[in-house]
Nanobody
Framework: QVQLGESGGGSVQAGGSLRLSCAASGRTVSTTTLGWFRQEPGKEREFVAA????????EYADSVAGRFTISRDYAKNTVYLQMNSLSPDDSAVYYC??????????????????WGQGTQVTVSS
């Protein structure tokens, strides 16, 4: 079992920055890929970024590459998402997730078996 809890969401103006944190617990979390996804009302959950257990594999959605940075602190069992140059299109509920299956790929939410409760990010123009 893996438990996840996000924090750091909020409201910001376009061009601003936010850093999301996700505290993870569970005996396997240090060897698990952790990812961030986001979801707008009425839309499917979409991949944002992911980092594998060693930090040697990092993936970003094209829409956030160059603006967002994912990282993890093994001592704190925490994964971060630094979000810069935010735009209104980035407004969504952001979810932290831990990968449980290795079938469809690191960007596919169906490979992730554990999810946090989500944190709202709102970017105003």
């Amino acid at each position: 079992q893996v438990q996840l809890g996000e924090s750091g969401g909020g409201s910001v103006q376009a061009g601003g920055s936010l850093r999301l944190s996700c505290a993870a617990s569970g005996r396997t979390v240090s060897t698990t890929t952790l990812g961030w996804f986001r979801q707008e009302p009425g839309k499917e959950r979409e991949f944002v970024a992911a980092i594998n257990w060693s930090g040697g594999t990092i993936e970003y959605a094209d829409s956030v590459a160059g603006r967002f940075t994912i990282s993890r602190d093994y001592a704190k069992n925490t994964v971060y998402l630094q979000m810069n140059s935010l735009s209104p299109d980035d407004s969504a509920v952001y979810y932290c997730a831990a990968r449980a299956h290795y079938v469809r790929g690191i960007t596919d939410p169906r490979d992730y078996g554990y999810w946090g409760q989500g944190t709202q990010v709102t970017v105003s123009s």
